[in-house]
């Protein structure tokens, strides 16, 4: 039993009590011989090293990005940080290795068989190197059934994996809406029954439509660049 003594001082040390009990025979009968080994210093080494482990979790629970960590030696999910579970969806209970993460990330199985395969070759690749894994994006399942277009990268240390996962739904609805504003900016630009150009800072044309080409007689490609 490890618990704690109050010293003679008042002071309070940490001690790791056995007790054994001695068979003395028929006349002495038994006698229990309790020893107590000094581990106060181990004990407050562990106070600090938990102390520095809850206070990195802390850290990494204010992370804008969400964060995953793994043993590398039994594939087990060690930890999520909130921005993993707020973004994804996903607890420790849910995915508790990387196997059944990659069953609820990538419902189908030919995705799942070619990112999982693409993923074991980046870590093969890195664990000799940098520890580095290459980042790439993924379309990923979450756990209310929505998906999200993530940016996975990893650091290996030693026999832990730090994963980071890079939301890009929103930039890349942002990128769909813009390609469909320009393309709309160029028929109407292009179509239009008026002339019209873009001209840069500089004075010149460099860009003009159909009609304007009609109206002066020169080819777009001869009004562009004037």
């Avoid at 990387?98 to 664990?127: K, T």
Wanted: hydrophobic share 40%.
């Amino acid at each position: 039993l490890e618990k704690r003594y109050l010293r003679a001082d008042g002071s309070l040390v940490w001690g790791e009590l056995s007790v054994r009990s001695l068979d003395l025979g028929s006349a002495g009968g038994r006698l229990h011989l309790c020893l107590v080994a000094d581990i106060d210093a181990r004990k407050r080494a562990e106070a600090r090293v938990q102390a520095n482990e809850a206070r990195m979790r802390r850290v990494l629970d204010r992370m804008p990005m969400a964060i995953a960590t793994s043993s590398l030696p039994d594939d087990r999910v060690t930890y999520l940080n909130e921005q993993f579970r707020r973004v994804l969806g996903y607890g420790l209970e849910d995915i508790p290795t990387v196997g059944d993460w990659a069953l609820r990330a990538y419902p189908d199985p030919d995705e799942r068989e070619a990112a999982m395969g693409w993923w074991a070759a980046a870590v093969a690749r890195a664990i000799p190197d940098s520890g580095q894994v290459e980042s790439r994006e993924f379309r990923v399942t979450c756990k209310d059934g929505a998906h999200r277009d993530i940016v996975i990268s990893a650091t290996i240390l030693d026999d832990l994996m730090v994963v980071t996962f890079l939301d890009m739904t929103g930039l890349k609805a942002a990128e769909a809406a813009l390609e469909e504003s320009e393309e709309r900016f160029r028929k109407a630009f292009d179509h239009s029954n008026i002339g019209m150009c873009l001209v840069d800072p500089g004075g010149q044309l460099s860009r003009v439509n159909r009609k304007m080409s009609e109206i002066f007689g020169y080819s777009q490609e001869e009004l562009e660049g004037m």
